[in-house]
């Protein structure tokens, strides 16, 4: 399997997979709640989550599970190696690390603004959004009890609790820019997927996830899923990708 595949790319599957078996056998899952990206107002952010959430993948036996990191790291093994070549290894970094800047920065200004709703409501409602924020740190050890006059109070509390305890994490906001970016250099090759019975050509790619990814974002489902973050690498990666097409880089077809 790495025989033929690129050096970057390699290393960044590779690097995955080791922090993938140090999160779930280390620490006793801690490195999850160290590495993985959190709200960015909320008391359990830190600055290098916006990097190192790139490498963190849904826990063995929670969710989407393995599945998680290996439909990503497939996805980035047929994507990556021939971008790779045609950029270059550090154009390819920086395209592959933008992209996750971008599904990072795009993710936060949806969970801001639904946050900011959330606020706004509780506190319409006399709730204490402080003590909500305050309690939310995973590391606060008193009180848990939330004060709430109301069955609508106590949902809202809880759901703005709930968002300021979950981390988004994985490379998949990364592995969409790459993905976009292929879609732009490589618009008429011709991809085959095993849910799909016919080939299609690349440049169709980029708006099916577009356009897959708002539907689901704004409808709700799938809600675990950080859709807002796939459109934002996507938005990263076809703009480079742009960028680097104006800039005579040599293009396969």
């Given at each position: 399997m790495f025989r033929n595949i690129t050096p970057v790319t390699k290393n960044i599957i590779i690097l995955n997979v080791l922090v993938y078996l140090a999160s779930n056998f280390l620490l006793n899952g801690k490195l999850y709640e160290i590495l993985s990206a959190f709200y960015p107002f909320s008391p359990n952010f830190k600055s290098w989550q916006v990097i190192t959430h790139m490498f963190m993948h849904a826990p063995m036996g929670e969710g989407v599970g393995l599945t998680h990191i290996?439909?990503?790291?497939?996805?980035?093994w047929?994507?990556?190696?021939?971008?790779?070549?045609v950029l270059g290894g550090r154009k390819f970094i920086l395209l592959y690390f933008l992209s996750g800047l971008g599904a990072f920065?795009?993710?936060?200004?949806?969970?801001?603004y639904q946050i900011n709703q959330l606020t706004t409501e509780l506190s319409n409602l006399g709730v204490n959004v402080a003590e909500i924020f305050?309690?939310?740190?995973?590391?606060y050890s008193g009180d848990m009890s939330i004060s709430a006059n109301s069955k609508q109070a106590m949902a809202l509390s809880q759901e703005l609790?709930?968002?300021?305890?979950?981390?988004?994490l994985g490379a998949s906001?990364?592995?969409?820019?790459v993905v976009a970016a292929f879609?732009?250099?490589?618009p008429d090759a011709k991809l085959m997927f095993l849910f799909i019975p016919f080939p299609i050509k690349a440049k169709y790619l980029l708006p099916i996830i577009i356009l897959v990814s708002l539907y689901l974002g704004f409808s709700g489902q799938m809600g675990s899923v950080a859709h807002f973050a796939h459109i934002g690498g996507a938005i990263v990666g076809f703009l480079m990708a742009?960028?680097?097409r104006k800039k005579h880089i040599r293009r396969w077809d």
């Open positions: 290996l439909f990503n790291m497939f996805t980035l047929s994507f990556g190696p021939v971008l790779e070549q920065i795009l993710f936060n200004v949806w969970n801001f305050r309690k939310s740190d995973l590391n609790f709930g968002a300021l305890r979950s981390p988004m906001g990364a592995i969409f820019g879609s732009t250099m490589f742009l960028y680097y």
